[in-house]
């Protein structure tokens, strides 16, 4: 009898490893689930379904030639609200429920930073889109975050840009700053503005912060306005609703000095909030917004989803579109969907062909080397003045 138990706990050992290795034959050969994360519902909302529906044009078009690795290409989308504790717990659910092999998004720092360590705790990698924080590659103390990736170009990178170019090329010798105390892409690029500004022989004559929700700004302004004489103001919010309040505002406040912003200028909706109150204003981008090889894939976007993003967030198109070609070469050069395999083959990318141009990883610190175009608006057009590429840094 005793025999014969032994028999049968060896036999019912056998049969359940002989499913295991079929379920996971099974999963092997099912479609590739990559995760997707960003704010489908709440305030910023339109951003997190500009990634979804451009990773989901980037993807139907992926799996009508024939997918990666001869298999279909399934991507599951999540919902942060663009709160971080809500990104925190999309993230798990991702990873452990779900088991992506990666992830891409989501579209601003401070979720993303949520989302970088349950990617390191769990060893899975993602590729963020729009956070350009610097944290979100690198812990406080500069050692590398190895799971951490992103498309856009970092805070320090967009920041020293305008900082230099006010001061060398625009002529401005006396700047004021606004910024969002509530965010960490706003704090980071007001932080690298500032430094590359001074460093250049600049004067930051007011920074004044204003939170989260806000809406009425003329206080803050009010005190820019008293800070003493000043040749432009530096707008370094992540939201183009944000920057035209400000500028409305300022205008109706008579401040007429010219404007530098961030890249969440290039939105056409900006004109309706302040009209002929944005000229002149300087910016940087993360693209060409005239390159044939963007209006391209812009008309494809059109024809698939219905609506014209250059209207409300151009670069969140751009980079979430190059974001899903990291990716797809990434798994490709693995060779399967082991995210270790996967995360390595990331920070080798070296330099690929992106809308418009080149992208190249660091291996070093995962920093993004592309092109960084300067507009400013004339007419309510935007107007590329030069163009930038960023050197590699420690």
């Not at 690198?138 to 951490?148: A, E, F, H, V, Y």
């Not at 270790?340 to 080149?358: F, Q, S, V, Y």
């Not at 610190?365 to 007419?379: G, K, S």
Request: with cysteine; proline share 3%; charged share 20%.
């Amino acid at each position: 009898m005793k025999n014969f138990k032994t028999a049968a706990a060896l036999l019912l050992a056998l049969v359940m490893i002989l499913g295991l290795g079929a379920c996971g034959k099974a999963k092997e050969d099912g479609p590739i689930l990559i995760g997707c994360l960003g704010p489908l519902t709440g305030e910023n909302a339109f951003y997190g379904t500009l990634l979804k529906d451009s990773v989901t044009v980037m993807a139907d078009e992926c799996n009508k030639n024939g997918g990666i690795l001869g298999r279909q290409v399934q991507v599951n989308y999540y919902d942060d609200r663009s709160d971080p504790i809500e990104a925190t717990n999309a993230a798990r659910k991702a990873i452990q429920q779900d088991k992506v092999c990666c992830i891409i998004g989501t579209e601003s720092s401070t979720t993303t930073l949520a989302l970088a360590e349950v990617c390191e705790e769990n060893k899975v990698p993602f590729v963020a889109t729009q956070a350009s924080n610097i944290k979100i590659t690198q812990n406080d103390d500069g050692t590398l975050r190895p799971q951490s990736f992103r498309s856009c170009l970092t805070d320090p990178q967009f920041g020293a840009i305008m900082g230099q170019y006010g001061y060398k090329e625009l002529g401005y010798e006396k700047v004021a700053i606004i910024y969002n105390l509530g965010s960490d892409y706003s704090v980071g690029v007001k932080n690298a503005f500032t430094s590359a500004f001074e460093a250049a022989g600049g004067t930051i004559v007011a920074t004044e912060a204003f939170n989260d929700g806000d809406v009425d700004f003329r206080a803050i302004l009010t005190k820019i306005k008293d800070a003493g004489d000043f040749d432009a103001f530096y707008i370094a919010v992540g939201y183009y609703q944000q920057a035209g309040l400000i500028m409305k505002q300022a205008r109706e406040l008579g401040m007429e000095q010219l404007v530098m912003g961030t890249d969440a200028m290039m939105v056409g909706n900006m004109f309706e909030i302040v009209g002929d109150g944005m000229e002149g204003t300087c910016f940087p981008a993360n693209f060409d917004v005239s390159n044939d090889e963007v209006l391209d894939f812009l008309q494809k976007f059109i024809d698939a989803q219905g609506y014209d993003p250059f209207k409300d967030a151009a670069g969140d198109l751009v980079v979430a579109h190059d974001a899903w070609l990291m990716v797809e070469k990434a798994i490709n050069t693995a060779g399967n969907t082991d995210p270790t395999a996967i995360r390595d083959a990331l920070e080798k990318t070296g330099t690929i062909d992106i809308l418009g141009g080149t992208l190249t990883i660091v291996p070093e610190t995962h920093q993004v080397l592309r092109a960084c175009p300067i507009y400013v608006i004339q007419n309510q057009e935007f107007v590329k003045l030069t163009e930038f590429k960023p050197e590699a840094s420690n």
